[in-house]
Nanobody, 124 residues
Framework: QVHLVESGGGSVQPGGSLRLSCDFS????????MAWFRQAPGKEREGIAS????????NYADSVKGRFAISQDSAKKTAYLQMDSLKPEDTATYYC?????????????????WGQGTQVTVSS
């Protein structure tokens, strides 16, 4: 049974940094795609970063490009999202997603497995 558990959310001032973690388990051969999504109140879930696990190829939404970085530690079965230069508009619940799919797209429908989410609040 696949499980994903996010951690690392919290409150931070604009310009600050946070690192989110996603511990995953239950994949027989590991997921080939890991991704981070976020959802603010009243808005649709937005894909912000994806990672092809066997190549470390990454893709980012324009809204976070240059500020956020997705990475993995395959030995620890953990994916990370380093978030720097945070802005108030980054406030949202952040979700980790994973799957074994041909393309690591930044759309929610591409992923079957999700974590429970972790809240990130950016405010002065």
């Amino acid at each position: 049974q696949v499980h994903l558990v996010e951690s690392g959310g919290g409150s931070v001032q604009p310009g600050g940094s946070l690192r989110l973690s996603c511990d995953f388990s239950g994949f027989a051969d590991g997921p080939n795609c890991m991704a981070w999504f976020r959802q603010a109140p009243g808005k649709e879930r937005e894909g912000i970063a994806s990672l092809v696990t066997n190549s470390d190829y990454t893709n980012y939404a324009d809204s976070v490009k240059g500020r956020f970085a997705i990475s993995q530690d395959s030995a620890k079965k953990t994916a990370y999202l380093q978030m720097d230069s945070l802005k108030p508009e980054d406030t949202a619940t952040y979700y980790c997603a994973a799957d074994k799919v041909p393309w690591c797209r930044l759309v929610p429908s591409a992923y079957e497995y999700w974590g429970q989410g972790t809240q990130v609040t950016v405010s002065s």
